[in-house]
């Protein structure tokens, strides 16, 4: 698939299997995140989709901690609201809205950031990874998951490649069935920004 065919937005009517219990088994949100996100963290999830691991992640960062679901499409925080609402979790839930140019969360600073199935869709992938980086904290990680059957090896060594031109630190490789993942951090000179 060429690079330019990459770049559409997942529809809510993935949900299907964004939410479901089969897909929680298979890529269990807390045993991919557990290294990465304490109680008390601020973290984003950034394209929340239906609302699968910003539950998860509402759940690890506990009373004292906060997760921003962050989505290009109402609908979709429209369905993470209602997921982490059945849960008791959304008074740690902050929900917000991004454009398709702008994360529009430069007042943040947090600890963590999940990425999953996501980069493949944005239009300026070098700016979508500055702006990431430009919200992390100096000690915070960045978890890039990026589906096997849309993005070949040689779009996701292209997409490895532009996050490092955005001062983020290739840390690992890690494992989660169906994806090509790794986790970053910021490059010593991002960190004074």
Same mark, same amino acid.
């Given at each position: ?44 999830? =950034? ?42 979790? =959304? ?73 490092? =031109?955005?001062? =983020? ?25």
């Amino acid at each position: 698939m060429p690079d330019e065919a990459l770049g559409r937005v997942c529809p809510p009517s993935a949900l299907k299997w964004l939410n479901s219990p089969l897909r929680k088994l298979i890529q269990n949100p807390k045993r991919i995140m557990k290294a990465y996100v304490k109680p008390g963290d601020v973290v984003v999830d =950034l394209g929340c989709g239906g609302g699968i691991f910003s539950a998860a992640l509402a759940e690890m960062v506990g009373e004292n901690g906060r997760v921003i679901a962050a989505d290009l499409q109402k609908e979709m925080l429209d369905i993470t609201r209602d997921y982490v609402t059945k849960r008791g979790l =959304l008074d740690r839930v902050t929900l917000h809205q991004c454009s398709a140019d702008n994360i529009g969360l430069s007042d943040e600073k947090v600890d963590f950031v999940l990425v999953f199935y996501v980069v493949h869709e944005a239009p300026n992938r070098k700016e979508f990874f500055r702006q990431v980086s430009q919200i992390m904290k100096p000690d915070a990680h960045f978890l890039l998951i990026e589906p096997k059957h849309h993005v070949t090896p040689s779009q996701y060594e292209n997409i490895i490649q532009e996050a490092q =031109l955005a001062n =983020l630190k290739f840390l690992k490789e890690v494992k989660i069935a169906f994806s090509r993942s790794a986790v970053f951090g910021l490059e010593s000179s991002a960190e004074t920004n």
